[in-house]
């Protein structure tokens, strides 16, 4: 009893302390409300069968159970004809209504808007890279989208399949290399959405990470412009480091197409969590990823920097911290 208690007690301080609610459930999207539309007619028709198949089994075992004094084999019942064209047409009308409901849902889901974003979600292993081609910049494992306008994803992949989910805003969608498959939806409420890879692809595929960012739409208008200004540079030494060290697989452009091999870093400064999602966004935290990342995220592809000294590693976080938009406090987000 104490060994329920206190798994009881365990699970309910990890609810209590979870920080982000993750559920398709959640209503902040006319894709997520189809889903939630159809899922309530799928629980009814589930529901209703097990009462039926349970009742009837229950009826039958009570019905025809032995009785006391009762010798040799029971009256055997040898077929109902007008029973079994009941639980004939029955499950097929329901097959039917099931049917034509994830038909309509579909067709609802897939509609591409007219005049809605795009972006371009490019999976790497073990991170995100977004590019908004018609904005004219990127930024890579944490996706920036305005509320109340429809967005259009294309997704794909440079390495393996992996799946772009975002259970709080849509459905997931595989990211293949050579193809490119459609996600569209409209985020209605501001918030820090948790994002997954939903496809086994390798050692770090449970620490494939992302956060969609919803703001404002004035919020929005006013980043992208900023956003595509120089970045700033807070520390020389930083980025004399950085260039000596980072240049060869990561930029700072924010406009510029991948052409490195990591992630775009020249919005760093912005995000909420590090090394695609799995710790938060601290000077500490970036000191310990730069010596180590393998030690926070096995099969990492980024090699640990331990030979840099403190006054070196200090000036680089500075000068990648300061690779931001003034004035977005992303953390202050309600988490979804």
Known sequence: MRRVV????LIGLALAQEAHRVAITNPVSPFNRETNFLLIWVLVFSVLIFGVVAGALAYVT???RAKPGQQGEPPQVHGNDRLEVI?????????FVLFG??????IQ????????LKVEVTGYQFWWDFNYPELGFRNSNELILPAGVPVVLEVTSKDVIHSFWVPGLAGKRDAIPGQKTLLSFTPEKPGNYYGFCAELCGASHARMLFRVLVVPKEAFDRFVAEAKAPPPVADVRGRQVF?????????????????VTGPELGLLGNR???????????????KAWIKDPAAMKPGVKMPGFPQLSEEDLNALVRYLDGLKVEGFDFKALPKF
């Open 272 to 286: 909420t969590s590090l090394g695609a999602g799995i710790v938060d966004y601290t000077p500490e935290n970036m």
């Open 101 to 106: 409901l994830t038909a309509r849902s579909l």
């Open 62 to 64: 009570w019905k025809f």
């Open 6 to 9: 206190a798994a009881l007690s």
């Open 109 to 116: 889901v897939n509609q591409l808007p007219a005049g809605a």
């Open 87 to 95: 639980w004939t047409v029955i499950p097929l009308l329901i097959v």
């Open 243 to 259: 260039q000596q060290n980072c240049a060869a697989c990561h930029g700072v452009a924010r406009s510029v197409p991948p052409a």
